[in-house]
């Protein structure tokens, strides 16, 4: 829920258009590999054969959809990515965390998942919730399928500002030494 916007908009594969997929490669690279990307405030980039494959296996975007849709520079083929910090963006603190509450199978072979989205810090069980539908495959690997946000919550979503349009306002001039 902090860095990316996966959860807090509604989508589909016909509609991808509110993520904010250059934040989202951090949290991919974490599911895949259990790490995080090297912490390096100057890397701006990251090469399209590390970024489009980690889209095509988690969310079934293609390499064309993201070029188009996503900040990319094709002289370098390369995405914008920035090192997610507190200066660069909106950081929920602390992180939300997510309950599944119900879960069913579908006539698909899909799962929803109905999931409340709690804020200890405040000691509240239910900030808003959402259902998210993944396919999961027979060696344990999965797919986010999509993801909907309950029409009574929508108010209580936070909101998010994607990393790249926070870094037009952000310069390491103005930290103070």
Same mark, same amino acid.
């Given at each position: ?67 188009? #849709?996503? /900040?990319?520079?094709?002289?370098? %083929? ?5 090192? !997610?910090?507190? @200066?660069?963006? *909106? ?55 999509? #993801?909907? /946000?309950?029409?009574?919550?929508? %108010? ?5 500002? !994607?990393?790249? @349009?926070?870094? *037009? ?9």
């Amino acid at each position: 829920y902090s860095g990316n916007n996966l959860f807090l908009t509604d989508w589909t594969p016909e509609n991808w258009t509110e993520i904010a997929f250059n934040d989202l490669y951090d949290a991919l690279l974490y599911f895949k590999t259990g790490n995080l990307p090297e912490y390096d405030l100057s890397l701006e980039q990251v090469c399209a054969m590390d970024f489009e494959p980690l889209f095509r296996q988690y969310l079934g975007v293609s390499s064309s959809y993201l070029r188009e #849709n996503a /900040i990319y520079y094709e002289v370098d %083929e390369a995405y914008f990515w920035n090192y !997610p910090t507190c @200066a660069k963006h *909106d950081i929920l603190f602390p992180s939300p965390v997510p309950e599944v509450v119900d879960f069913g199978e579908n006539d698909d072979g899909t799962f929803t998942l109905t999931v409340d989205v709690m804020d200890m810090y405040k000691g509240d069980d239910r900030v808003f919730s959402h259902e998210l539908t993944i396919r999961v495959y027979e060696d344990g690997s999965f797919k986010y399928v999509s #993801n909907c /946000i309950r029409p009574d919550d929508l %108010e209580n979503v936070p909101s998010y500002t !994607p990393r790249s @349009a926070l870094l *037009d306002n952000f310069s390491y001039l103005d930290m103070p030494n």
